[in-house]
């Protein structure tokens, strides 16, 4: 109650205000709470600047409790009402297994300035959905790809570096089940992202030719992480093509593949 007893009128706050305020919200608390306030919040809430970054991975609880009680289809509703209001700004993207291929292919329509997409256990999201929805991201930087075992191949990679020339950064994490190896195929693939700067690959079977044909392909690459990526040898010719690029050393799993040969 504000002096002399008066109801102090929120709704009367300004425009600018009320936008800084939504800036320290997350989405979930706008489009849940917040934004349903009054006409004037919603106005607020409707200010495209508050969408470009979208964050829908499982450290809200939110994402958490709605895949876990299967509500998948309502946060895709929500994501794509967060698309809508951006007006074209969205710049990036996080999401994790409740997207699929009809929600990356919304964001693909409807977020020609995307400069990240990352993508955690998305297993509803298929190649041709996902090549579609790339094709139309020509902005992109940043493509993280972890645990997506729907999403692989040559074909699809080769897709990437002709429809991303401005991408620098490739996180692709995998892991040892049928569906999880990546091998020289896609490596090959990935060399058609020629602008790199940085790559990070886990759990790959790919060998020095393989990773020698990145290399060359790749020449701006400064950084390079290869996790568990036993069967590339750091022999003679290897050490002069990775000459000035800032490598993660792996040494975990020897106990389990005591033969494994790690980039020293």
């Not at 607020?44 to 895949?67: F, G, I, Q, T, Y």
Request: net charge negative; glycine share 8%; with cysteine.
């Amino acid at each position: 109650m504000a002096a002399g007893g008066d109801a102090r009128d929120w709704s009367e706050l300004p425009h600018d205000a009320l936008s800084f305020v939504f800036n320290k919200l997350d989405i979930f608390d706008i489009l849940m709470g917040a934004g349903l306030v009054c006409h004037s919040w919603l106005g607020a809430a409707e200010e495209p600047s508050l969408w470009k970054h979208l964050d829908m991975s499982s450290h809200n609880n939110v994402v958490r409790e709605k895949c876990r009680s299967g509500e998948t289809g309502v946060l895709c509703a929500m994501a794509k009402k967060a698309v809508d209001r951006s007006g074209g700004q969205l710049e990036v993207f996080v999401g994790e297994e409740f997207v699929d291929d009809d929600l990356l292919k919304y964001i693909g329509d409807r977020a020609p300035s995307l400069k990240v997409l990352r993508l955690t256990s998305c297993l509803h999201v298929l190649n041709e959905g996902f090549v579609e929805a790339i094709r139309k991201l020509p902005l992109l930087e940043e493509l993280n790809l972890s645990t997506c075992k729907s999403i692989g191949g040559r074909a699809t990679f080769n897709a990437v570096g002709k429809a991303c020339v401005n991408l620098k950064q490739f996180i692709l994490v995998k892991d040892f089940t049928v569906y999880g190896k990546f091998g020289d195929d896609e490596a090959y693939g990935i060399a058609a992202m020629h602008g790199l700067r940085s790559l990070k690959i886990t759990c790959g079977e790919f060998n020095n030719k393989a990773m020698a044909t990145i290399l060359d392909r790749c020449p701006y690459l400064e950084s390079l992480d290869l996790i568990q990526c036993y069967n590339v040898v750091m022999d003679g010719a290897m050490r002069a093509k990775c000459a000035g690029i800032k490598m993660l050393v792996d040494h975990s799993y020897t106990d389990i593949f005591p033969d494994g040969r790690l980039i020293l």
